[in-house]
């Protein structure tokens, strides 16, 4: 089955680090564009960051210096490394990857994993 599956989520206190992966299982793709959302219960889904295959990232006013995107060795794997973590980052962390330009939808991605839960409590 061709999916894209997320690992590495938690729970951990506030200041802690966390790395997030996320690979394509079932095929081999090159994306131009893989990133990662988030959507906090009752709150709107939120670009964290996202890389291009030129080298470019862009990541969150929220994250920025905390956060570090980075695509693997493996033409479509990508990791979202999360330094100093604090309870508003807690979340469900979604991977998704686009053969062209980010969709700007959710259900337009041509790849959208599963989420995995991150949670930022003492």
């Known amino acids: 089955q061709v999916q894209l599956v997320e690992s590495g989520g938690g729970l951990v206190q506030p200041g802690g680090s966390l790395r997030l992966s996320c690979a394509l299982t079932g095929t081999i793709i090159t994306f131009t564009t893989m990133g990662w959302y988030r959507q906090a219960p009752g709150k709107q889904r939120e670009l964290v960051a996202v890389s291009i295959s030129d080298g470019s990232t862009d990541y969150a006013d929220s994250v920025k210096g905390r956060f570090t995107i980075s695509r693997g060795n493996a033409p479509n794997t990508v990791s979202l490394q999360m330094n100093n973590l604090k309870p508003e980052d807690t979340a469900v962390y979604y991977c998704?990857?686009?053969?062209?330009?980010?969709?700007?939808?959710?259900?337009?991605?041509?790849?959208r994993g599963q989420g995995t839960q991150v949670t930022v409590s003492s």
């Open positions: 998704v990857a686009d053969r062209d330009k980010l969709a700007p939808a959710p259900y337009m991605h041509d790849y």
